[in-house]
């Protein structure tokens, strides 16, 4: 590494907070999203969906929608039968995990509210939306299961009959000593906790153009989506076509976080309808389809308790989560992985050794819950950092001595967690030292302490937490789902000097793009305004995983530097040919080949390439020059490279409106290598405000009757910019030894711990008043009912 | 549904066409002066993707017919840079206040009236402003400082 970071190099761009190349493009309205591109011929499709929760589709009358103009074909699913197969969403390695077969239209009963039951395909959006006005649809309203607990009940009807119970999986974990460990605590600390159902509004909604070429029987899809590799397998592999033969073009995207990896019935109907048609289809959700059918989050209800004993050191976690997912487990990536992270991950950052945990997934008739941002991390680091600031005020501590003195020792790895997870190299007294620092920690408290005596109530908040990023093939390979681990970069030198790199990894405005140019350049020798980077054309880059579970620059970064590195040494030794020179004398600087030593310029890149590709006639015989390379890298020392952060929030609570101002966050991260620190932050400042939304306003409301309450965006609240505090962030920088770039992921620890660092700042303001605030969001109504300020029915 | 001929200035360009009254002026800018920076985010006049200007003040573009805006003067984020908010795109680049960029049109043009209707704005000002503008990315801190950055540099011309 020392060759490459070493700053007196021009083209040392690990490190440093370059521009992102392709932003200027999306300040001008030059993005390329998928609803901008129109293709000759081209129809669109919208849907007849379900108002119910649960029913029997009795009939479906199409006359009238088929009959008006500019309507091409209205189907159900017994037309898409031959064109489409059903999805099953379950993995080898979740053992035990179930799911029914799941249909692009509804196959004779609904499951959930929003499932569509038929399509229309029209000239226009106007038109198709007109026509599904006019289908006729006889359903018989079935008795939904929306609570997860009735629905595990031993009398619960099963919502699909063929499964026999509402249990989609289920997970034990036990070291065997917790209950010694509770019997003999000094202390026992417990809570209920429930995470609510919240939604990624990604502002570009799902959106999918289905191209079918019936020639060639090719299938060209631009999607937004974060894994184009994967839908390519899922489309080839459900609409019987070959996979050789289908390609996936996905350009600007969005907003994804997790909502744009998964497989949806309309956009696999647009697909099966370009088929049948032979006719490009686009679907664009509009914002009520998206509320009703992008993957919902969350939706645990957990009990958990911990063990203290006499020096106030945490012995035990025990705890129980409880999770509704809708009616199906979502295929390829299974309702399970999150269920499976909350048991992994409680606890993480401590040395306690007696650990159970049970985990239960279970069917109901809501929409379909996925992996969304965080993935189970926001769930178990709230559990955990919870109960350890009630065990630290029951022992009497600070709650950043406590977490200190509890923390797994600095000598103890790599370390393997009570729950199994391996930790490579963790940082987390120097994280919190640092946040403690750089919040002013002493102050804070000082201050609180002021206030309090004039009745005002401040509360802070700190958490420590691990993020899973740089998955290996345990994480999806193994249980049997095509959904790459490894990934690739090729780079190719051009005549001009100029370098036009290709990646598995995708964008979606995290700066994937800009890291693997850094990478690149740094590794080559080359300015980065003379690398083009080119994503998410499954036809052209090399075959990858794409972007998830943080994952982008760590293991699509460490491909790019091989493949730079690899490329310099071609370049070198065809220079070396050229200069009558040793190849091990020259290097690569800003573009031009110099004598190591010395640094004397002795042939611009566009020279050595002009020689390659126009003048070969003047190349020895035998020198076979390539100037492509392509590298590819899998993480495979460990199951993942787990990262660590610590947050801090300091909020106010006006005790009388029940109203929470946020007055400051802090986050130290430590995710290995910072390629670019500017990216870094912003990762992570998105990231805590995507925490900070469910903890404080964000919620997917449901009647008993399994009715979306607040489907709009008028009605669902997000995160504004008036209400969001500054974030600071800053760095520890433990590099993983599983690359030799070392970085690790960073997407999703914001997210992670955000919802856990208000949960705990809200109930440290309101410590004067003995209540305990552990069910999301924390709405005012629910923070005056907790302090006694209102009665009346419970909305809730 | 009866269309009628609708015909509207759009970035100093006559753009004419006949279609239905109900057409919203985001999908007339879109669909028919193929002016695709203007983002469609939910349509129903919340998330502001598709602000724009409507003679001279921005307007939410999904919550006006293009009937309704029969010889308006309309400009969009297209033109945005020639010569009145190059600074604020600039600005936007430098501190990485977009990542996707789906709100980044409507952000930019609403940030720019903010800062003809107040030059001088305080940073919660700026959020206060913005805050019709969802961004689902950056947690918003990125844009403030863009915006702050280019006030101070107007301030100083």
């Not at chain 1, 991950?345 to 069917?363: C, E, M």
């Not at chain 1, 005012?780 to 006694?788: M, N, S, V, Y």
Request: proline share 5%; with cysteine; charged share 25%.
């Amino acid at each position: 590494m020392t060759d490459l970071s070493g700053l007196d190099r021009p083209n040392s761009y690990i490190g440093r907070s370059v521009e992102r190349p392709n932003a200027a493009r999306l300040t001008r309205g030059r993005g390329r999203f998928v609803d901008d591109i129109d293709l000759p011929r081209m129809l669109h499709v919208a849907f007849a969906r379900s108002p119910y929760a649960h029913a029997l589709v009795k009939s479906v009358d199409t006359a009238g929608a088929a009959a008006l103009a500019g309507v091409i074909r209205v189907v159900t699913m017994s037309d898409l039968a031959e064109y489409c197969t059903p999805w099953v969403g379950v993995l080898d390695h979740l053992k035990g995990i179930k799911s029914a077969s799941q249909w692009p239209l509804a196959n004779g009963k609904v499951f959930s509210q929003g499932e569509p039951v038929a399509a229309v395909v029209a000239a226009s959006r106007a038109i198709a939306e007109d026509a599904v006005e006019r289908i006729a649809i006889d359903y018989e309203a079935l008795d939904p299961q929306v609570d997860p607990k009735a629905s595990l009940a031993p009398d619960a009807l099963p919502i699909h009959a063929e499964l026999g119970d509402n249990l989609c999986f289920e997970r034990k974990i036990d070291t065997g000593d917790v209950d010694e460990a509770f019997s003999t605590a000094a202390h026992v600390v417990e809570a209920e906790m429930r995470f609510n159902r919240h939604t990624g509004v990604t502002l570009e909604p799902r959106s999918i153009i289905c191209d079918f070429d019936a020639s060639q029987r090719a299938l060209t899809l631009y999607m937004s989506v974060q894994c184009p590799h994967m839908s390519k397998n899922l489309f080839a592999r459900h609409l019987n076509l070959d996979e050789n033969n289908v390609r996936v073009i996905c350009g600007d995207v969005g907003g994804s976080f997790g909502i744009k990896i998964h497989t949806y019935a309309d956009e696999m109907t647009a697909a099966a309808l370009a088929v049948m048609l032979e006719r490009p289809v686009k679907f664009v959700a509009d914002r009520l389809e998206s509320f009703i059918t992008d993957i919902h989050a969350r939706d645990h209800e957990a009990k958990a308790r911990l063990a203290v004993d006499g020096d106030g050191r945490i012995t035990a976690f025990d705890l129980d989560d409880l999770t509704g997912i809708g009616p199906f487990s979502v295929y390829p990536r299974t309702s399970g992985i999150e269920v499976n992270q909350v048991l992994n991950l409680t606890g993480g950052p401590y040395a306690h050794g007696a650990y159970r945990a049970h985990g239960r997934v279970v069917f109901q008739n809501k929409n379909n819950m996925c992996q969304y941002r965080g993935v189970g991390h926001p769930i178990a680091v709230a559990i955990a950092e919870h109960l350890v600031d009630k065990a630290a005020k029951v022992t009497g501590q600070d709650p950043a001595e406590f977490r200190r003195r509890n923390f797994i020792a600095d000598d103890a790895y790599p370390y393997t967690s009570p729950s199994g997870a391996i930790y490579e190299r963790q940082s987390h007294r120097e994280c919190l030292d640092k946040l403690l620092e750089k919040c002013a920690y002493d102050d804070l408290r000082a201050e609180q302490s002021a206030l309090r005596r004039k009745g005002v109530y401040r509360g802070i908040g700190l958490v420590s937490l691990v993020e899973v990023t740089n998955p290996s093939p345990a994480f999806y390979g193994v249980g049997g789902a095509r959904i790459a681990s490894q990934d690739g970069c090729t780079l190719r030198l051009d005549p001009t000097g100029g370098v036009t790199c290709l990646t598995g990894v995708t964008e979606q405005g995290q700066g994937t793009e800009t890291i693997i140019a850094q990478v690149a350049a740094t590794a080559i020798g080359i300015n980065m305004a003379n690398i083009r980077v080119i994503t998410g054309d499954t036809e052209t880059v090399p075959y990858g995983g794409g972007t998830w579970a943080s994952r982008a620059a760590g293991i699509g970064g460490e491909a790019a530097l091989r493949a730079g590195k690899a490329l310099k040494q071609n370049i070198l030794s065809v220079a070396a040919t050229i200069l009558q020179d040793r190849a091990e004398n020259l290097d690569i600087r800003d573009g031009v080949i110099v004598t190591a030593v010395d640094r004397t310029e002795r042939m611009p890149l566009s020279e050595l390439g002009r020689i390659v590709y126009f003048r070969g006639d003047t190349l020895p015989k035998d020198l076979a020059p390539e100037l492509v390379v392509t590298r590819h890298y899998t993480q495979n020392t460990y199951p993942f490279c787990f990262t660590n952060a610590a947050h801090a929030c300091y909020l106010e609570v006006d005790t009388d409106t029940g109203m929470i101002r946020l007055l400051g966050y802090w986050v130290v991260e430590d995710c290995g290598t910072v390629i670019n620190p500017k990216l870094v932050a912003e990762q992570t400042r998105g990231g805590v405000v995507q925490g900070l939304g469910p903890a404080l306003f964000e919620e997917c409301i449901y009647s008993p009757e399994g009715q979306l309450m607040n489907g709009s965006l008028a009605d669902y609240l997000v995160p504004m910019a008036g209400e969001m505090p500054d974030i600071v962030v800053d760095h520890v920088v433990t590099p993983t030894q599983t690359s030799e770039l070392g970085a690790k992921g960073v997407g999703e620890a914001g997210t992670a711990g955000a919802p856990a660092a208000v949960m705990n700042a809200l109930n440290d303001a309101l410590g004067p008043f003995d209540v305990e605030l552990t069910d999301m969001p924390f709405t005012p109504e629910k923070i005056l009912r907790a302090l006694g300020r209102v009665s009346g029915r419970d909305q809730k | 549904m009866m269309k009628r001929l609708v015909t509207l200035s759009i970035n100093g360009e006559e753009v004419s066409a006949a279609v239905e009254p109900r057409m919203t002026l985001a999908d007339f800018i879109r669909s028919e002066a193929r002016l695709t920076g203007t983002h469609v985010g939910c349509e129903h006049g919340v998330c502001g993707a598709c602000t724009v200007r409507v003679d001279g003040r921005t307007a939410r573009g999904c919550l006006l017919f293009a009937i309704q805006c029969e010889g308006s003067e309309i400009e969009t984020i297209e033109n945005f840079g020639d010569g009145k908010g190059a600074d604020l795109q600039q600005a936007f680049v430098e501190h990485n206040a977009l990542q996707c960029g789906f709100c980044t049109p409507g952000m930019l043009i609403a940030a720019d009236e903010l800062l003809r209707d107040d030059p001088s704005p305080t940073r919660q000002a700026v959020r206060e402003y913005l805050s019709g503008n969802y961004c689902r990315c950056t947690g918003y801190q990125a844009i403030v400082d863009a915006v702050m950055d280019v006030a101070e540099r107007r301030r100083r011309k």
